[in-house]
Nanobody, 124 residues
Framework: QVQLVESGGGLVQAGGSLRLSCAAS????????MGWFRQAPGKEREFVTA????????YYADSVKGRFTISRDNAKNTVYLQMNSLKPEDTAVYYC?????????????????WGQGTQVTVSS
């Protein structure tokens, strides 16, 4: 069992930056592929980015490519999402997820554990 706790959300102006963190419990964190998803008001939850076990492979949605960066620190059981050049359309609840597989994936049903989410609001 893995528990995920996100933090770092908040209100930021367009063009600004935020860094989200996701702390995971358990001693096998390094064996989980980690992903970030988001859900905007009135919309379905969507894939943002994912990172493989050792961080060698990353995968981004086109909408965030070049602006967001995912990274992980396995010694701290934490995955990060650095978000730069934020836009109002990035406003959403951001969820951290863990997958018990070494392959990255953009498919929600392939993730086994989810955090409770953290709100990111970007004002224009």
């Amino acid at each position: 069992q893995v528990q995920l706790v996100e933090s770092g959300g908040g209100l930021v102006q367009a063009g600004g930056s935020l860094r989200l963190s996701c702390a995971a419990s358990g001693h096998t964190f390094s064996r989980y592929t980690m992903g970030w998803f988001r859900q905007a008001p009135g919309k379905e939850r969507e894939f943002v980015t994912a990172i493989s076990w050792l961080g060698g492979n990353t995968y981004y949605a086109d909408s965030v490519k070049g602006r967001f960066t995912i990274s992980r620190d396995n010694a701290k059981n934490t995955v990060y999402l650095q978000m730069n050049s934020l836009k109002p359309e990035d406003t959403a609840v951001y969820y951290c997820a863990a997958r018990t597989d070494f392959r990255t994936s953009h498919l929600q049903h392939e993730y086994n554990y989810w955090g409770q989410g953290t709100q990111v609001t970007v004002s224009s």
